[in-house]
């Protein structure tokens, strides 16, 4: 009876240790830690894996997931710098750093951050007129990254990013930003197609003037060149006129005539030349007009003789020198 006895105590404390022993080792999971308590007191934390506490004495007092972790921000009524309504809603990302101050320093660490976020989504938001908030996404997010991140650390959180995910104004103020978008599109067209009027008005009269200068020295060009041919045809009738002077100064009178056929010859050609005259009845004397040729032919006559006489001087001169 001893014996039994013994035995039964033995298979008692045995299974007592063994229980001991399955209560007091604890395995946490990758990517877990556990705080420990002993009589209500944090004491450690337990990183992943196999780990051997005292039990009765201590106990696993939180267990917190130390990955990267998302929390959706509801959607919520922002009032703007200048007074207009919007709905706005975004995404929280966070990491537990250190799991005794994420336990211990905060109450429902979900519900803080979450809090905290839109507290700060409407601080922000609501210090920014309504054309910033809509073109300035990244500056919001990088405000209240900063704003929440700096107010969880004490929390033992890394705050790694904010984003919002919308910003919805109301209808009418969508409906008004439309219409204002379509007047300043309409006026840059405007503006353009005037510029290009402008433009082309320029081009237009910078042609105009190139073209008028052109023209002014083209007929300036064909003025000098019709005063020079009157020059020179002046020069040559003064020659003309100076030779028959000389001519008739030495008693050559065929030279009057010649001056006289040639001036009715001339007459006689714009006569005819002329568009409102189709037959011309015109006395004239004949004899006239041959005495004049007459005498032109004497006149060349007289000064090839006057040559060929020029010439028989100079060849007889030329052997008395030698």
Same mark, same amino acid.
């Given at each position: ?159 790694? !990013? ?8 109301? !209808? ?59 020059? !020179? ?90």
């Amino acid at each position: 009876m001893e014996l039994v006895g013994f035995a039964g105590f033995a298979g008692a404390i045995l299974l007592f240790a063994l229980a001991v022993v399955f209560l007091g080792v604890k395995v946490v999971p990758q990517g877990m830690e556990y705080t420990v308590e002993r009589f209500g007191r944090y004491t450690i934390t337990l990183k992943p894996g196999l780990h051997i506490i005292v039990p009765v004495v201590d106990r696993v007092g939180a267990q917190l997931n130390m990955m990267e972790q998302v929390l959706d921000v509801p959607s919520q009524e922002v009032i703007t710098k200048d007074n207009a309504m919007v709905t706005a809603d975004g995404v929280v990302f966070y990491q537990i750093l250190d799991a005794a101050s994420a336990a211990y320093e905060v109450n429902d660490l979900h519900r803080a951050i979450l809090n905290l976020t839109m507290t700060n989504v409407r601080t922000v938001m609501g210090s920014m007129d309504l054309d910033e908030l809509l073109s300035q996404r990244d500056n919001i997010n990088a405000k209240l990254l900063t704003v929440v991140d700096e107010a969880t650390t004490p929390w033992g959180v890394k705050v790694t !990013r904010i984003e919002i995910k919308d910003i919805s104004p109301p !209808r009418d103020l969508v409906d008004s930003m439309a219409r204002q978008m379509k007047a300043e599109r309409e006026k840059r067209a405007q503006i353009l197609e005037a510029e290009g009027s402008r433009q082309s008005a320029v081009l237009r009269a910078e042609g105009e003037k190139q073209a008028a200068i052109l023209e002014a020295e083209g007929r300036r060009e064909a003025a000098y060149r019709d005063a020079e041919a009157r020059e !020179r045809e002046a020069e040559a009738e003064a020659k003309a006129t100076n030779m028959v002077s000389e001519a008739i100064a030495g008693g050559d009178v065929q030279a009057v005539n010649y001056f006289i056929a040639q001036k009715y010859v001339e007459a006689l050609k714009d006569i005819a030349s002329a568009r409102n005259q189709k037959v011309l009845f015109m006395p004239m004397e004949a004899t006239g007009i041959l005495s004049s040729l007459a005498g032109i032919a004497e006149i060349g006559k007289g000064a090839f003789s006057n040559i060929e006489d020029a010439a028989k001087s100079g060849g007889s001169s030329v052997p008395s020198s030698r």
